[in-house]
């Protein structure tokens, strides 16, 4: 059983007109099996959180925690915090030329593990989860994303969450720019290491047609850089219904 634990979270960036602060007071806790939906706005802070926790130094945490199995998350590195058992799919992934797929994905396996995965093992497991997520075998051998359409993209951040086994994953709008095949493929992806590694997952999204493939336990409401309401699956239905206008109103007017 793991736990991820936000408590009170304030993240400033740094712009032309000096600090600026996007998360205000973010409290959240992820616990193992659980997922937890995040929605909200264009510029709330969704991904702000997602960056804040993977460890990506644009962002400056100015007070509060964030915790893994009572480990101190902010003071480790960001290769630290995946050894520990944090994901982050990114929302864009980057292209590395020069290395290949089956070098990366073995080079942060052995980082992440602290030892190489035998290798007929290993070599099983990449083929089996490149099969699911219907990924073409060549791109084996092709660099990390290069040349990769949005979908192709999104598939390969799920085969690492397959052959990484995180504790806790953090999806950052995994669902943007797929089609609706591609998107039940991913979804898929996600649910099984779910049930297999029992992971918790903070899933951030605009949309709720995710939400039709990856079942959420909790659903919370990103209006500027606060956490504006928090329920069940049903919230998901309100906010595809009624949109975000009544929570914006309320913030502007606090």
């Known amino acids: 059983m793991s736990t991820l634990e936000i408590k009170d979270l304030h993240v400033s960036i740094e712009t032309e007109n000096g600090a600026k602060e996007i998360l205000k007071g973010v409290s959240l806790t992820v616990n193992s099996g659980e997922t937890h939906a995040i929605m909200g706005p264009n510029g709330s802070g969704k991904s702000t959180l997602a960056a804040s ?3 990506h130094p644009r962002y400056e945490v100015t007070s509060g925690s964030i915790t893994l199995d009572g480990e101190d998350v902010l003071e480790m590195g960001p290769d630290e915090r995946a050894q520990a058992g944090l994901f982050l ?18 080079t942060a396996k052995t980082a992440i593990d602290g030892e190489a995965p035998s290798l007929r093992h290993w070599t099983k497991d990449v083929k089996t989860a490149m099969e699911q997520l219907r990924i073409d075998p060549a791109f084996a051998a092709r660099n990390v994303n290069e040349g990769f359409s949005g979908g192709e993209k999104k598939r390969v951040e799920i085969l690492q969450l397959e052959l990484f086994k995180p504790k806790i994953a953090i999806l950052d709008e995994t ?23 029992g992971m918790g997952t903070l899933l951030i999204t605009h949309y709720t047609r995710i939400l039709r493939y990856i079942k959420p336990d909790f659903v919370h409401v990103f209006v500027d850089g606060h956490v504006a309401d928090s329920g069940g699956p049903e919230l998901a ?16 007017s606090a």
Not at 89 to 100: D, L, N, R, S, W
Not at 237 to 252: P, R
């Open 175 to 197: 669902d943007s720019g797929l089609d609706v095949d591609a998107l039940r493929v991913v979804s898929e992806g996600v649910n099984r290491a779910q049930d297999t590694n």
């Open 89 to 106: 799919a990114m929302q864009y992934p980057v292209e590395i030329p020069g290395v290949t797929m089956t070098n990366f994905l073995r």
């Open 53 to 55: 926790i993977a460890g």
């Open 237 to 252: 239905d309100k906010l595809e219904e009624e949109g975000y206008v009544a929570y914006e109103k309320a913030a502007a």
